[in-house]
């Protein structure tokens, strides 16, 4: 089991910026994704941006430039740093573990969120 505690959530203006933490607990051993995920008003659940073990990073479009993710292995802790936030980023921010299994697959966990909110 592993369990992950999402902070940092909060409301900017358009143009402002937040961080955003996730700490992992548990068992959180072996190769792994961290990534965060996030799901607006009325619409889908989206990837935002993943990071492997090994550093290896994924961005969304919508977001490429603006965000960046990093991670700290040894506290099982991932980042997402967020600057010239806009309107449409207002969403609900989730974390998210993947544990890589041998074979393919992965093991996977959810945060319970954290609301971020951008004012025009």
């Known amino acids: 089991q592993v369990q992950l505690v999402e902070s940092g959530g909060g409301m900017v203006q358009a143009g402002g910026s937040l961080r955003l933490t996730c700490v992992a607990s548990g068992t959180t051993y072996g190769l792994n994704v961290m990534a965060w995920y996030r799901q607006g008003p009325g619409k889908q659940r989206e990837l935002v941006a993943n990071?492997?073990?090994?550093?290896?990073?994924n961005y969304a479009d919508s977001i490429k430039g603006r965000f960046t993710i990093s991670r700290d292995n040894a506290k099982t802790t991932v980042y997402l740093q967020m600057d010239s936030l806009k309107p449409e980023d207002t969403a609900v921010y989730f974390c998210?573990?993947?544990?890589?299994?041998?074979?393919?697959?992965?093991?996977?966990?959810w945060g319970q969120g954290t609301q971020v909110t951008v004012s025009s």
């Open positions: 990071i492997a073990t090994d550093g290896v990073t």
């Open positions: 998210h573990f993947a544990r890589l299994i041998l074979g393919g697959g992965a093991d996977t966990y």
